[in-house]
């Protein structure tokens, strides 16, 4: 493993991804950030959208005293908006619990909304420094592939978990799981790998052997319209925010987001499944006396 962790890191020195949240001994806030920001969304979207997020919130105790409204409005074009939400509640509880320090212990950051078993691991890597074995979709596929098993749907997480811990260099888990990510970006990809780029193919025994043609069967998502539903909730909220008021009639909403004439179905749709979800996890307000849909304040 010695080979591996020396063979990883001389390529992460020399070849590494810029990013603006990544540089030697970052700012635990701008960890914290990158990490929300990088759920389901693309590194390249976040490169764009973090520095401007930052200089408007620029530390934990001015983004706790933002709105809802405010906090959804900053999140455009981020995707997912109710990430925005558990963000702003994250950093009030790190304020009101902490003292406005992102903690430094597991339990603490796990604790936190939106913080998940990845997300506190990374934070304790990356900002904290911390020695701690790390383990996204991407770290997970590497493991497999570097064991023998070219698709990662037939590896055990506990076999996975355990090489994770073997892996990773003392003193180096930042470097290394920043590396391995940038792998994963890069060479060893979830349907095809290019096993000739990668600097790890010498020591991976699934090297030149990663075959993804068979597909699996994916589940459908709920969906109006062949589009998915979670797609819809995205633009009403992406027209929400061009109103002027942040607000709109549900018709002209409506209209507006389906870009084409509404039949009762379409109406039906909407009271039922996307304006309740929205409600739901406090993105928007309905005033059902005067059928106006506005942005959470």
Known sequence: MIEVQRTLLEWYARDARSFPWRYVNPEPYHVLISEYMLQQTQT???????????????????????????????????????????????????????????????????????????????????????????????????????MGISDPADAKKSMIASFADQAYPRGKASEWHQALMDVGARWCKAKHALCNECPLHIHCKSAFQVNMQTKKKSRKEPSHRDVPNRIWRGRTIECLRNRPLYAESKELLLSAIIEHPVNEQDIHWFDQTILPALVKDSLIEYDMHTHIVSIAS
Request: glycine share 6%; net charge neutral; charged share 20%.
């Open 44 to 146: 390249q979207r976040i490169a764009e959208r973090f520095p401007v997020f930052i200089e408007q919130y620029p530390n934990v105790q001015i983004l706790s005293e933002t709105t809802k409204q405010e906090i959804i409005m900053a999140w455009q074009g981020l995707g997912y908006n109710n990430r925005a939400l558990r963000l702003r509640e994250c950093a009030i509880t790190i304020v009101e619990k902490f003292g406005g320090i992102i903690p430094d212990t597991y339990d603490e950051l796990i604790s936190l909304p939106g913080i998940g078993p990845y997300t506190a691991s990374a934070i304790m890597a990356f900002a904290h420094g911390k020695d701690m074995a790390i383990i996204d979709v991407n770290i997970f596929r590497i493991y497999a592939r570097l």
